[in-house]
């Protein structure tokens, strides 16, 4: 389980899970999210919001790991832009841990 920070503050946290970060990778929800100029504010959070919600409705099977990833992080009620840019910092942490622990 990891924490990360949800406003500039720091008085508000989220927790994530391995399951929450594999599910990311699993759908590439981060790719192509972010505009060419960097900035991740909340119209980002939205078009993430909606391209995950457009996910599970078009899912055939059971899409419970998209769903326990939108309870638990991306529509918690403390996710804000800045909470999603820590969220892509700890994701692209955790993906180069994986692949580092796949080398060797």
Do not use: P
């Not at 399951?19 to 990778?25: D, S, V």
């Amino acid at each position: 389980m990891y924490t990360i920070q949800a406003n500039l503050s720091g008085t508000r946290t989220l927790q994530v899970s391995e399951e929450n970060l594999a599910t990311i990778e699993k759908y590439g929800l981060f790719r192509h999210l972010i505009d060419s100029n960097g900035i991740v504010d909340e119209s980002v959070l939205e078009k993430l919001r909606l391209n995950i919600r457009s996910l599970i409705a078009s899912q055939e099977e059971d899409s419970k790991d998209l769903l326990d990833l939108c309870i638990d992080v991306i529509y918690h009620s403390n996710m804000k832009a800045f909470g999603l840019q820590q969220l892509i910092r700890l994701y692209l942490t955790w993906l180069s841990e994986q692949d580092n622990s796949e080398e060797e």
